[in-house]
């Protein structure tokens, strides 16, 4: 099961900064937030990740509280090909290999 | 796409025929996976590898098996298909210790 929380989804104005929230109340002190996106059939993107400091890239930023029990993706300009559904994702250990653990995701519709 | 290609990209098959499906990439990464996807599933791990030869299961791996004997690809095997693997397939990639992981375009596999 997926240890993140997202509200199913969200409306955004083009132009106006999206704000995408995430509770993954649960996690643990080495496991580190991720952010995907999937656009309509295609792969899932990698947007960005973080352990506990507030990372940005040119994709977008990622806000983490203090407590890491929640964190907040911000696309600061959303266009209309930002429209997509947006996984939360807390990396979990796995033997060899430390997989994702996807679950349903956001739905964030950009409007014109 | 970061190096990755997946074929068939379309597969119509009967019950009860086997299936093999193709990850190959071109970036020499160490960890390759399969997912798979469903309406309100989100993406779901079938099998994953962690080098040549080197294998382990996912949460989603039964009716499935996979082999990797080069680098470069990854072949999913549904040795008898059912109606219940009817879905969308995606491989992903990862280097080691990048935290990243790029999928490929997916193959969308209809077993009737």
């Known amino acids: 099961d997926a240890k993140t929380t997202q509200p199913p989804s969200m409306d955004c104005a083009e132009g106006r900064a999206a704000n995408l929230p995430c509770n993954h109340s649960?996690?643990?002190?080495?496991?580190?937030v991720y952010w995907y996106r999937q656009i309509h059939s295609q792969g899932p993107q990698y947007i960005i990740h973080?352990?506990?400091n507030n990372e940005t890239n040119e994709m977008a930023s990622l806000i983490i509280t203090e407590d890491r029990k929640s964190s907040t993706l911000i696309l600061p300009h959303a266009t209309l090909r930002d429209t997509a559904v947006y996984y939360c994702?807390?990396?979990?250990?796995?033997?060899?290999?430390?997989?994702?653990?996807f679950g349903k995701g956001m739905k964030l519709t950009v409007n014109p | 796409d970061a190096g990755i290609t997946q074929s068939p990209r379309h597969k119509v098959t009967e019950t009860g025929t086997p299936v093999t499906l193709r990850c190959h990439q071109t970036?020499?990464?160490?960890?390759m996976y399969w997912y798979r996807q469903d309406p309100g599933h989100g993406l779901r791990l079938i099998h994953y590898?962690?080098?040549?030869?080197?294998?382990d299961k996912g949460e989603v791996s039964d009716g499935y098996s996979v082999s990797r004997s080069k680098t470069e690809d990854f072949l999913l095997t549904l040795e008898s298909a059912t109606s219940s693997q009817t879905s969308v397939y995606f491989c992903?990639?990862?280097?080691?210790?990048?935290?990243?992981?790029?999928f490929g375009p997916g193959t969308r596999l209809t077993v009737t």
């Open positions: 994702i807390v990396r979990v250990p796995q033997g060899g290999s430390e997989k994702l653990v």
């Open positions: 649960t996690i643990s002190g080495n496991e580190y």
């Open positions: 973080g352990l506990k």
């Open positions: 970036e020499n990464h160490r960890y």
């Open positions: 590898s962690y080098g040549v030869k080197d294998t």
């Open positions: 992903a990639i990862e280097a080691s210790g990048s935290y990243e992981q790029y």
